[in-house]
């Protein structure tokens, strides 16, 4: 069962430093379709398409609905493999989940799909995602991940690996350098800090605000990850439920505080293009999110992009627990089409798709030695920030049917109504707990 993952702090260090154990990197040469640096990868030897087999379906969704290097991928892999991948990328990730369980009851799954790692609670509980244990074994690329990345993507038992690890990353906080300049803002540590910090920066004469709290759509994982640096626990060290704590409600208190004197207009509905609009434009001085966001950022003005760790209960990062995630790729058991599609999202693990992902505006921390090594990335200050946050404790949403519904139907109509009065706060806490343990 996947609980915190201390060891993880070690491996993630490859995306900075080299492996003496691993091999190097080769250099990287330029596809002319994309403009992207590719390199060559150990395991893509060109192999005879799956009999009969011409073409899969594969549902994916975008941060960044303008990058194309997933289509560039398809038409590299259909050239080597003779396969065709037909794309599904037009469905928001808000409502990629019960848009995927919708074709599974009507029987159009796709053949293989993207997924978080909130996701598989009910899959796994429903077989509808293929086992791949005997796949992966099989497949020459095994040895190039690293080896922490296959604890998020295994089943409640802690050994049947349910989907192929395809994107890694750590929240973290985001902040305005010029704001906290001019309102000569300490960078908070803590969480009461935060607070503080937040009331200081807000100045609505000027249109600023502390902190976009993001209630909308997926705000789940960055209140989590606030209240997980809190010392709130998914589990315990048996594996049962423990989220309903007296560290997670304090935490909660702190974080609903903000709302609504030191937060934007509009935050109990925003969602990743508001948060990441109000930061560009100055309306926001703080936002919680991960890696996905930093290329977007990097591109608008990345001298006024600050980076920091989550603010703690302790403000010491080798006392707290920060969250993680990974977004993975599956099989779905009732395709016809299994080799082939295993083909294509063993294809997103190698060499040449990784680099070319982790450089993406959609791209994250590599989930492979090969690239995790490569040092174009040890001066990229937001790999940085993950991998300090990696560095200690790690934790993430566990792979139990409760996740699926405290995330995808609980938490928001609980949260929102905590920050309009509808609820108390600790009713936040009690319900996701709740869910968690009855996954209902």
């Given at each position: 069962m996947l609980r915190r993952m201390a060891t993880i702090a070690t491996v993630v260090a490859l995306v900075v430093a080299g492996c003496s154990s691993a091999s190097t990197t080769p250099s990287p040469t330029t596809n002319a379709?994309?403009?992207?640096p590719q390199t060559a990868a150990p395991t893509a030897t060109p192999t005879a398409a799956p009999a009969k087999v011409t073409s899969i379906n594969y549902w994916y969704w975008q941060d960044d609905v303008t990058d194309t290097t997933?289509?560039?991928?398809?038409?590299?892999?259909?050239?080597?493999?003779?396969?065709?991948?037909?794309?599904q990328s037009s469905i928001a990730q808000p409502n990629f989940y019960q848009s995927l369980v919708n074709a599974i009851a009507a029987g159009n799954a796709p053949d293989a799909t993207h997924l978080n790692t909130n996701m598989f609670g009910q899959l796994?509980?429903?077989?509808?995602?293929?086992?791949l244990n005997t796949q992966i074994d099989a497949w020459s690329g095994k040895a190039d991940v690293i080896p922490s990345m296959w604890s998020f993507v295994k089943g409640p038992d802690g050994q049947t690996i349910y989907a192929m690890p395809n994107k890694f990353?750590?929240?973290?906080?985001?902040?305005?350098?010029?704001?906290?300049?001019?309102?000569?803002?300490?960078?908070?540590?803590?969480?009461?800090?935060?607070?503080?910090?937040?009331?200081?920066?807000?100045?609505?004469?000027?249109k600023v605000y502390g902190f976009d709290i993001r209630g909308g759509a997926n705000g789940q994982d960055q209140w989590a990850a606030f209240l997980?640096?809190?010392?709130?626990?998914?589990?315990?060290?048996?594996?049962?439920?423990?989220?309903?704590?007296?560290?997670?409600?304090?935490?909660?208190?702190?974080?609903i505080s903000t709302y609504p004197d030191y937060t934007n207009p509009g935050a109990i509905n925003d969602g990743y293009a508001q948060i990441?609009?109000?930061?560009?434009?100055?309306?926001?001085?703080?936002?919680i999110n991960h890696l996905g966001l930093a290329k977007t950022l990097d591109k608008w003005d990345s001298a006024k992009t600050?980076?920091?760790?989550?603010?703690?209960?302790?403000g010491d990062p080798t006392k707290t627990t920060y969250m993680g995630t990974m977004n993975a790729n599956a099989v779905l058991a009732a395709s016809t089409k299994k080799e082939a599609a295993?083909?294509?999202i063993s294809f997103l693990a190698e060499t040449q798709a990784q680099l070319a992902i982790t450089k993406s505006t959609n791209g994250y921390l590599p989930v492979v030695t090969s690239v995790a090594n490569d040092p174009q990335f040890a001066s990229n200050k937001y790999m940085q920030i993950s991998i300090q946050a990696a560095a200690n404790s790690v934790t993430a949403w566990p792979p139990i049917p409760g996740t699926t519904v405290a995330t995808q139907k609980t938490w928001q109509p609980l949260f929102q109504g905590a920050l309009t009065g509808k609820n108390s706060a600790d009713a936040v806490i009690d319900g996701v707990g709740n869910t968690l343990s009855t996954g209902k």
């Open positions: 379709a994309s403009g992207a997933i289509q560039t991928l398809a038409n590299q892999f259909e050239q080597l493999y003779g396969i065709h991948v037909n794309i796994i509980q429903a077989k509808v995602l293929e086992p990353l750590m929240f973290y906080m985001y902040y305005r350098i010029d704001l906290f300049q001019k309102y000569g803002v300490t960078v908070p540590k803590t969480q009461e800090e935060f607070v503080a910090a937040a009331k200081a920066l807000t100045h609505p004469s000027d997980v640096a809190g010392g709130a626990q998914f589990l315990d060290s048996t594996g049962k439920v423990a989220f309903s704590s007296a560290a997670a409600k304090t935490s909660n208190n702190l974080y990441t609009s109000n930061f560009e434009a100055g309306t926001a001085a703080m936002i600050g980076v920091a760790l989550i603010p703690s209960a302790t295993f083909k294509w």
